[in-house]
């Protein structure tokens, strides 16, 4: 008989301290040991603070193996699983969040705005409206304002445009750049914080 599990990347568990295998992974199997599979105990917390834990697919194929040596198991997904553990779930307040939202969407207006405008600079933009002013109107002028206006209307555009993101609405269904780059990121994280969980027990062994 085969056993199908697929590990989820990473779990939080909140004020939970036996972790058993529904709580990191989907298990696919017959409805007699389906149930009881699921509820095979892999991990007890001990400690009761906010901590990481990683769990590999060799530690669950031991737990299920225990109970049912003649289980063959197939692993579908992640070959280790984080468990995010914290005592109890703590929700910010609201107006921190706006403050931290806020503080951030400030520095990045200023960051931005300096770098257009530094790169215009090094680039001699103002120079360039000013001939294409010239160019097509005969007239020489410090201001030409019918090119500046819709030369910044179209950067706000592209912008939004590429990031696929204005206000709340998404322009497609299509992830933005920021979420692509958000999730590398945490990819990046928890592949760093498993290496760092794994190399920590080697040292331990």
């Known amino acids: 008989m085969t056993v199908y599990i697929k590990p ?24 007699n040991i389906c149930d009881s599979i699921e509820k095979i105990k892999l991990l007890e917390i001990q ?8 769990i590999s697919i060799i530690d669950i194929i031991k737990a299920i193996q225990k109970k049912y040596p003649d289980i063959e198991v197939d692993n579908v997904g992640e070959p280790h699983s984080i468990i995010e553990y914290a005592p109890d779930e703590q929700k910010e307040s609201s107006i921190i969040t706006f403050l931290k939202v806020f503080s951030v969407c400030c520095i990045l207006f200023s960051g931005g705005g300096i770098a257009i405008m530094t790169f215009h600079t090094d680039a ?7 001939e294409l002013y010239e160019i097509f109107t005969g007239i020489q002028t410090d201001k030409p304002y019918w090119i500046q206006v819709p030369y910044s209307i179209g950067i706000a555009v592209g912008i939004i445009v590429f990031f696929n993101h204005f206000s709340s609405k998404k322009i497609t269904d299509d992830p933005t750049p920021i979420e692509v780059e958000m999730d590398s990121y945490e990819d990046s994280v928890e592949d760093c914080i498993i290496d760092s969980i794994i190399e920590e027990k080697r040292r331990n062994k």
């Open 47 to 54: 400690e009761n603070k906010k901590k990481n834990f990683v």
């Open 8 to 31: 989820y990347k990473k779990t939080t568990i909140y004020n939970k301290k036996n972790i058993i295998i529904k709580d990191i992974a989907e298990v696919a199997a017959p409805r």
């Open 124 to 130: 001699a933009l103002p120079d360039v409206l000013r």
